[in-house]
T-cell receptor, first 106, second 116 residues
Framework: DIQMTQSPSTLSASVGDRVTITCRAS??????LAWYQQKPGKAPKLLIY???SLESGVPSRFSGSGSGTEFTLTISSLQPDDFATYYC????????FGPGTKVDIK | EVQLVESGGGLVKPGGSLRLSCTAS????????MNWVRQAPGKGLEWVSS????????YYADSVKGRFTISRDNAKNSLYLQMNSLRAEDTAVYYC?????????WGQGTLITVSS
């Protein structure tokens, strides 16, 4: 089974900060990686698929990069609505989520 | 508008069974693979099971294999999860999710509590 790790587990940041979250897979998943945002009590929301493709309607301040085993999600300028938990997910074989990264207010 | 509505959640005793349903609307259901994803209280997301558009391919997480059965009825635009031999660690919100590359549409979730 493919295992996913994320770092950091918690990130404290301010509005306007550039934020980067890293996700690593235990083996190559090519570019079969997605990123999700989840707020308390709500279902997750797809942000990025195929490592770097922005889902329709998602602000352009979100971007994804990477391939193989190492991936990053970047928020170029953190907005108040972005304080949430972020999960990566591999969908190469079959599906695994990372443990999540909570972005909170500094 | 795409909608996924789960039902069937509730309180069940350890060892008991429950069947979840998900009714889909706003898209051509039989064109998409579908999934169940769960989230235990205060914990992260866990993929549970996946079924292909025509039910040819079915996958389960190791944690539920042999106890849960996923199925779908394309004529009724519905997805199901039969859960048997339930354990306390199955307590979670269960989401019905459409796969389109990533998981692009999620239901609101239904809570399953396994407790005596």
């Amino acid at each position: 089974d493919i295992q996913m790790t994320q770092s950091p587990s918690t990130l404290s940041a301010s509005v306007g900060d550039r934020v980067t979250i890293t996700c690593r897979a235990s083996q190559s998943i090519n570019s079969w990686l997605a990123w999700y945002q989840q707020k308390p009590g709500k279902a997750p929301k797809l942000l990025i698929y195929k490592a770097s493709s922005l889902e329709s309607g998602v602000p352009s301040r979100f971007s994804g990069s990477g391939s193989g085993t190492e991936f990053t999600l970047t928020i170029s300028s953190l907005q108040p609505d972005d304080f949430a938990t972020y999960y990566c997910q591999q969908y190469n074989s079959p599906f695994t989520f990372g443990p999540g990264t909570k972005v909170d207010i500094k | 508008e795409v909608q996924l509505v789960e039902s069937g959640g509730g309180l069940v005793k350890p060892g008991g069974s429950l069947r979840l349903s998900c009714t889909a609307s706003g898209f051509t259901f039989n064109n998409y693979n579908m999934n169940w994803v769960r989230q235990a209280p205060g914990k992260g997301l866990e993929w549970v099971s996946s079924i292909s558009s025509s039910s040819n391919f079915i996958y389960y997480a190791d944690s539920v294999k042999g106890r849960f059965t996923i199925s779908r009825d394309n004529a009724k635009n519905s997805l199901y999860l039969q859960m048997n031999s339930l354990r306390a660690e199955d307590t979670a919100v269960y989401y019905c999710v459409r796969a389109n590359g990533g998981f692009d549409y999620w239901g609101q979730g239904t809570l399953i509590t396994v407790s005596s």
